[in-house]
């Protein structure tokens, strides 16, 4: 075997350039593959995070109707009794909202909107509402009717910091309520479609509009430090509250979760394929190397090699292109992406079609290192598959037909 | 005690709609110590022989038996294993594996009887030096003459201890300082060692060193003299 490991290893270097070219290609592949890779991962996670953070959260709770239908009606009635048991199972971060579907109006431009009744600290504490602010001022106390609105909807309805805003609903009792708001601020959202959708009132004001009582809320949502106990969490207060509506992220939001499941399978393709096309050139190069060595392995054929001996042989010298050419395409990768983790790479010039999406500019390429692992299992598997033809090949030559004489 | 022996060998090949008869009929006897050359115009049938006796070609017809074993009822994997242990092969175009040194190519075929490193060491030293290329032992084929690397085949060709050496036209790609020193080396080791060469040949300085010359034409043995 260590004659047979010579051999093969020496044959790689017989022509230098075309294994340098085939050894180099399988680098470029895996590092391409995987910095595709972990550039989708990061831009997931961060399109997960930032609708976890700025929208979804990691739990809400409703009225037990509210998936059928959201009417102003299906309140929780005690919001304080699920608060204390958040408190007691060590989620202390939560808010309160008013949600209400109607419409927005200026001279200019008239649309559907969801109108947000907030708290405004703990909105802000929970979602970073009030970091958000492009121009103008948070939601507080002072002031009638203020309104927080969306940079795109402010551009579409041609508003400013101190402009009046129509608002209409439907109050509990199905009567149409109009009124005046005065836009406190614009906010920005890593989605556009959010910052055209929703405006931001004080809760006070709209269950006042509403013809609500002052503790009437129509969702709570809970944010954690990461999603790893949501599930429990929401076991937990499932079986304290059974009659209301509890959901997590991922019931709210399953194209987020579908999103998060698919990427690994969808990523372990990418390599997939990659390694398909280049395996191409791997059985390429080393059909090359078979059909000019036929003499050769004739004549070993002739003195006495057995052809399992000849098929290890043309097998191992595929290993050592692989051996040769992954642990440094999968190091180029992890220097990569290690290297951008941090940093991240900028795409502003197509900042507007990702905002559309969620995402932000920059985007934070990252791997789980079990990929990294996957991805070597396929390197090697993908080049011993690919090896199989050129040795099969390497065993059906006739030492008579190679040599042509003796 | 004969080496080698055939019995009505044939070797036939269709082409198209005739078939051509490479050996026909052979019969032929190679005792033990022989030093004898397969002569003959080119087409003649001399390497297809050579190919039947070496267990490369199957016959058509016909027995082939070395050291009272019928090989051509052999099968693939047997007849690889036979040709490792009882045969030694000195090609035309010397055919030395190109990326191992002239020793690595010797104990090559000691490896593939499994024989023990010390054993393959000591024994392509021996047969190098008796090849006279002791100073070459390390070096690549590419790296010596064709002269030497036939030597090395030669030294190759007795590594494993075979019952005989097959030489295909051993001297056709040498010069005639090659030639001759290769036919020394052979010579003497038939002199001092006993090892029986069975040669196809067109050139006259082996045929002239030949001991016993079969004329071979159209596949048929024309005529076999001993000198």
Known sequence: ?406 | MSVIETKKLSRIYQDGDSLIHAVNQVDLQVEAGEFTAIIGPSGSGKTTLLNLIGGLDTPSEGTVTIENKPIHQLKDSELINFRLKHIGFVFQAYNLIPVLSAQENVEFIMLLQDQSKSARESRAKELLKAVGLEQQMHKRPSELSGGQQQRVAVARALASKPSFVLADEPTANLDSKSTEDLLDIMHRLNKEEGITFLFSTHDQRVIDRAERLIYVEDGQIKSDEKK
């Open chain 1, 1 to 406: 075997m260590k004659t047979l490991v010579k051999i093969a290893w020496r044959n790689i270097w017989r022509h230098r350039l075309r294994s340098l070219v085939v050894i180099i290609s399988i680098i470029l592949g895996i590092w391409a593959g995987i910095f595709v890779s972990a550039f989708s991962f990061g831009l997931n996670n961060q399109r997960k995070e930032s609708m976890i953070r700025n929208q979804v959260s990691h739990l809400q709770v409703h009225h037990k109707a509210w998936a059928q239908e959201a009417d102003v009606s299906y309140l929780l009635y005690e919001p304080d009794a699920i608060i204390q048991s958040l408190l007691e199972l060590g989620a202390p971060n939560h808010t309160l909202r008013l949600k209400s579907m109607g419409m927005a109006a200026t001279a200019h431009y008239s649309g559907g909107v969801q109108i947000i009744g907030i708290n405004a600290d703990t909105e802000s504490e929970l979602t970073g509402l009030g970091s958000r602010i492009d121009s103008g001022d948070y939601l507080g106390e002072k002031g009638r009717n203020p309104i927080l609105i969306g940079a795109a909807l402010a551009e579409k309805l041609e508003v400013k910091p101190g402009s009046k805003v129509i608002l209409s609903f439907s109050d509990q009792d199905l009567n149409l309520v109009s009124a005046s708001f005065k836009v406190k601020g614009i906010y920005h959202d890593v989605s556009s479609q959010i910052e055209k959708l929703q405006v931001f009132v004080r809760a006070k004001d709209l269950q006042s509009l509403l013809g609500l009582d002052a503790n009437a809320y129509h969702e709570l949502a809970v944010l954690l430090d990461d999603d790893k106990g949501v599930d429990a969490l929401k076991s937990q207060l499932q079986q304290k509250h059974a009659d209301y509506l509890i959901e997590s992220w991922k019931e709210i939001a399953p194209e987020l979760a579908f999103a998060d499941e698919i990427m690994s399978q969808a990523l372990y393709i990418i390599i997939g394929i990659i390694m398909l096309a280049l395996s191409f050139g791997i059985i390429n190069t080393m059909l090359m190397a078979v059909l000019e060595r036929r003499k050769e392995l004739g004549v070993l054929m002739s003195v006495g090699m057995t052809k399992p001996k000849v098929f290890t042989m043309v097998i191992l010298e595929t290993f050592f292109l692989a051996l040769l050419s992954g642990p440094f395409g999968i190091l180029a990768a992890y220097l990569s992406v290690s290297g951008t983790a941090d940093t991240g790479l900028s795409l502003a010039m197509f900042s507007d079609g990702l905002a559309s999406y969620g995402i932000g500019t920059v985007i934070y390429p990252v791997l789980p290192n079990s990929f990294y692992f996957g991805t070597a299992a396929i390197v090697f598997i993908m080049t011993l598959l690919a090896a199989i033809y050129p040795a099969r090949h390497a065993l059906k030559l006739n030492p008579i037909e190679t040599m042509r004489t003796l």
